[in-house]
């Protein structure tokens, strides 16, 4: 259990998590634009009185590139935080780290909250965008003291194309080849004590079996992913690319949030995974929505943000 808990106790922790999920309402067409703007506008004032914003932070430089992330803590806490990093989707080849979150909703039960960019396909393939969420792993680890952040209890947390890059990080822990050589905190660990999953793909020969049935779009995200690889050069980069490839002992615990609609990844991709960490002695949950497809307001539901928040709890 976290030692914040002391200071916050748990009914007030859902109640903020509930609280947050007024927000949602304004993905809910059924009601009135007035009373979706009032619940909108009482959340983010609620976040903004009670943290501290800190935007477009460097992490590393990669030549002139600048890498960044935005980082808000908690106000009033005098221990240090348990931190969540966010890390955005859009099919390795799109999205912002300033794009919403429902990681923001931890801000209010006493979480840290980092959201971070990393290099995008169409600038870098495989691997460096793992190797940059690494190197902010490292700097928020190594500037922790600063920002009264907790290193030992940092949770990865991404949706699809981030949900493959946070369980990563929870499976490759000391991967040389993974952990790359982005920023100056090289010594420092990259290591996530617990990862959250929203329908990121978790086995990637399974995954690229259906790949002729993906939209252009995303096939041509995966041509980016691999860059100019050769035939030979890909069946590496997908192992290396898999979570599963890399299920060892001692891996931070997973929880896994997948709709059984999806259509970019479907459920059948994931199913191993849970029973491979199993077999390993992982910590693992799996919750599946149904009818829920690639996103959408079922991943915001403040019942399932209170799971998370307790998966968490345990593996602290």
């Keep these: 259990m976290h030692r914040f808990v002391a200071a916050v106790s748990p009914v007030i922790v859902r109640a903020a998590l509930i609280a947050f999920a007024v927000l949602v309402l304004v993905l809910t067409p059924n009601h009135a634009h007035a009373q979706k703007q009032s619940g909108k506008q009482k959340a983010i004032q609620a976040i903004r009185e009670n943290s501290d914003l800190h935007r477009d932070l460097t992490y590393a430089s990669i030549g002139r590139r600048e890498l960044k992330l935005n980082l808000a803590v908690p106000k009033n806490v005098t221990s240090p935080t348990p931190l969540v990093i966010w890390i955005h989707g859009g099919a390795w080849a799109h999205g912002s780290k300033d794009a919403p979150t ?25 691997p460096a965008q793992i190797h940059d969420c690494k190197a902010a792993v490292r700097w928020l680890r190594a500037n922790a003291g600063r920002y009264n952040l907790d290193p030992d209890r940092f949770a990865a947390w991404g949706a699809s194309a981030g949900g493959h890059l946070a369980t990563l990080l929870g499976t490759t822990s000391g991967h040389r080849e993974l952990d790359g050589n982005v920023g100056d905190n090289t010594g420092v660990s990259s290591e996530v004590q617990v990862v959250c999953n929203y329908f990121g793909p978790l086995d990637f020969p ?33 192992e290396l690319a898999s979570p599963l490839s890399h299920v060892s002992d001692g891996d931070a615990p997973v929880i896994i949030i997948h709709g059984d609609k999806d259509p970019i990844v479907p459920l059948s991709v994931n199913r191993g995974f849970p029973r491979t960490l199993r077999q390993h002695g992982v910590p693992v949950e799996m919750i599946v929505l149904p009818g829920a497809a690639h996103g959408g307001k079922e991943f915001w539901n403040p019942k399932l943000l209170r799971q998370i928040a307790a998966f968490f709890d345990k593996a602290w």
Aim: net charge negative.
């Design 102 to 126: 429902p990681a923001a909703a931890f801000l209010l039960a006493g979480y840290a909250v980092a959201s971070v960019e990393y290099r995008l396909t169409g600038e870098a393939p495989f």
């Design 206 to 238: 399974a995954m690229l079996d259906t790949a002729s049935d993906l939209p252009d779009r995303l096939k041509q995200a995966i041509e980016q992913f691999y860059g100019g690889a050769t035939p030979e050069e890909r069946r590496a980069l997908t």
